[in-house]
């Protein structure tokens, strides 16, 4: 897996970013149960209950659709992301976080496709935080990976580690540690 389906998976418990709410009816079934309802719903957003009805079977006006699905998307991550979680990842940041996986590079001898633990807590000191904003805030796999290596670099690292999760030479088992 990616570096950023890792951070991913560890924030949420293990959960697949896969999983996320990407139609418009699944987004409409996450808001109506953060609102209690389709018709709390629908008065939250001061539409009528009749035009949600419509939207759940597809009827949905574009400019409403990357709206309602990142709304949505905010509304999921925030419950995947339970608050004392949240408190204690933010407590014990990342000084003790190790990512194990498998790195190939061309040209590599003997033992070159194992599985390797990598010790880079010493790194990450200040991006735990960062890391959590930026899932909560509905950040991509991609973003996610770039803050974390983006750490590494920052953090006095020799920069080799920063440049090969960045080449993708990677492939992550498990990132483990921090929650």
């Known amino acids: 897996m990616s570096l950023g389906e890792a951070i991913y ?16 009816p699944g987004a409409l079934a996450v808001l109506a149960a953060e609102a209690g309802s389709m018709r709390a719903l629908a008065r939250s957003l001061d ?3 009749s035009t949600l009805r419509g939207w759940s079977k597809g009827r949905v006006p574009r400019e409403e659709q990357s709206e309602l699905l990142a709304e949505a998307r905010q509304a999921q991550r925030r419950s995947r992301l339970p608050k004392g ?3 204690r990842m933010r407590n014990r940041g990342l000084r003790e976080v190790k990512v194990t996986g498998t790195y190939t590079y061309d040209g590599a001898g003997r033992g070159a496709d194992e599985d390797r633990e990598v010790d880079l807590g010493p790194y990450l000191d200040d991006v735990a935080e960062e890391l959590l904003d930026a899932y909560l805030d509905g950040a991509d796999l991609d973003e996610l990976e770039e803050t974390f290596i983006d750490a590494i670099s920052d953090g006095g690292g020799n920069g080799w580690y920063a440049r090969t999760f960045q080449a993708g030479g990677w492939d992550i088992d498990d990132l483990d540690g921090w929650a």
């Not at 560890?10 to 418009?24: A, D, F, H, L």
Request: proline share 9%.
């Open 47 to 49: 539409i009528a209950p």
């Open 9 to 24: 998976r560890e924030i949420t418990n293990g959960r697949s970013p896969y999983t996320e709410v990407r139609s418009i």
């Open 85 to 87: 979680r949240e408190r």
